[in-house]
């Protein structure tokens, strides 16, 4: 099968996850900006983590014929040191001309407080200037429900911002409505620990249907599956979902949103 995984931190995998993730027909991979492991302390090591994403990386996934495209931000759980924050925000125009950048994210909330709201509003507003599609981290577990609603009237209360170029990821059961009742597209996340496993993914499917939805797997440095979107597609296909069902919401759907953005070409 061929299959887009949107939602994947490639820094933190070693080679052969590229390698695999090829053989199991995954065509291209998108990775937003995160946490490195531990926090930065200057904008000069994002200035290199940025170039990593939009020079070296797609080198590192072209090998395998996988085309490699990126999104750019400070993340959530860095946004304490506000100054920074705005340090890194002030050089993030300089790499938006990249040809393999697609949008401003993942930005978010990680535990909802004071200082991670505003340099969210401040990615907004530069998604909103720069005309970028923006990919959104919600918080994990207890504090998801909170911080999806406060994203979402972030976004809403933006009115140069349009829905349906923003993708909030992470959801869950109690998350999904409101995420699509508000024009968005919605991504669900295959994680082993805090997320949703391929059954509960399914079956959030099979309750809201396979508009503006996608699937993911979010590895990173934890604990985490590289080929957690084909494994969900085979779990759709015994569950009997056709095949042109499954190639819906782990190819088409996700060319289509990220489609929005003229980089974004296979």
């Known amino acids: 099968m061929r299959y887009i995984e949107p939602h994947a931190h490639m820094v933190s995998r070693v080679t052969d996850d590229y ?25 000069e090591g994002f200035h290199d983590y940025f170039s990593q994403l939009t020079e070296h990386e797609p080198k590192r996934a072209a090998k395998f ?19 920074l924050a705005e340090e890194v925000i002030a050089l993030v125009p300089k790499f938006l001309d990249r040809p393999n950048v697609l949008g401003i994210g993942e930005i978010g909330l990680n535990k909802n407080s004071r200082n991670e709201m505003r340099v969210l ?17 919600t918080p994990h577990l207890e504090d998801k429900l909170k911080g999806t609603r406060l994203i979402l009237d ?10 349906e170029r923003c993708i909030i990821d992470h959801v869950e059961e109690h998350t999904v409505e409101m995420v699509l009742d508000a024009g968005m597209w919605a991504g669900m996340t295959i994680y082993p620990e805090t997320k949703c496993t391929p059954a509960r993914a399914i ?3 099979e309750t809201y249907g396979k508009e503006r939805l ?16 084909p494994k969900t597609a085979l779990e759709m296909k015994r569950r009997g979902h056709l095949a042109g069902a499954v190639e819906k919401v782990i190819f088409q759907n996700p060319k289509n949103f990220l489609g929005q953005c003229r980089n974004f070409v296979l």
């Open 154 to 163: 972030v976004l809403k209360n933006d009115k140069r911002i349009r829905p």
């Open 19 to 43: 390698q695999r993730m090829a053989l199991a027909g995954c065509e291209a991979v998108c990775e937003p900006a995160f946490w490195a492991g531990f926090d930065r302390s200057t904008v």
């Open 65 to 83: 014929g996988v085309k490699h495209f990126c999104w750019l931000c400070i993340n959530s759980k860095e946004a304490e040191d506000v100054k």
């Open 214 to 229: 996608w699937l993911n797997s979010a590895c990173d440095w934890g604990i985490s599956d590289p080929l957690a979107v």
């Open 121 to 137: 509003e401040m990615q907004v507003d530069l998604a909103a200037r720069c005309k970028q599609l923006i990919l959104v981290h």
């Open 203 to 205: 079956d959030i499917l």
